[in-house]
């Protein structure tokens, strides 16, 4: 991303299990015990908060639908993932999840970002960037008409040629570091 393009952007779109916090190999993070931030990814928030107009988390939670964790247990892995982005000095203006095993809302389909539109009325999903691990979230980001940054946290291999992927870093404080060498 060129310093040219960086300006444009309205809005930032992130997944979260294998982005913001290690993700559990085969499994769920079923409690905020289990909850782990990556490094940096705190004061890549902060910067973000700068950064973006929006900035909202979508993400997939199968461990709800599954009968695994309660959705309860959700809400509290997200209360308090909030309430630490705050107080390293960043913010989410949303966070959009689905637990159900097939939906419109499930990534790669665009229904979060379609809640977030109706949240947030002057959002412009033209002007956002999602940055997720998976190819779903790729997908999920092309399906928006966002631009899309894969971070390898989880899938160090991934086909950087990818038509679905704008870029390619390795964690997103590498991309918040990149972003901020283009001010």
Known sequence: ?????????????????GVL??????????NWDEFVFYDGVLQAMQFFATRFKYIFIVTNQRGVGKGLMTEDDLHNIHH?????????????DGIYYCSELESINRKPNPGMAF??????????????IM???SMSDMEFGRNIGATTIFVT???????KTDKNIDAVYETLASFASALQSQR
Do not use: C, W
């Not at 991303?1 to 299990?17: A, G, I, P």
């Not at 946290?153 to 086909?159: G, I, L, Q, R």
């Open 21 to 30: 916090n290690h993700q559990k190999e085969g499994s769920y993070i079923f």
């Open 1 to 17: 991303m060129n310093n040219s393009t960086n300006k444009k952007y309205q809005s930032l779109f992130l997944d979260r299990d």
């Open 131 to 133: 940055v997720g691990n």
């Open 80 to 92: 308090h993932m909030q309430k630490s982005i705050e107080l390293a000095g960043g913010r989410l």
């Open 153 to 159: 946290t989880t899938n160090p291999k991934v086909d």
């Open 115 to 128: 809640q977030a539109l109706k949240d947030f009325p002057d959002l412009d999903l033209g002007k956002s």
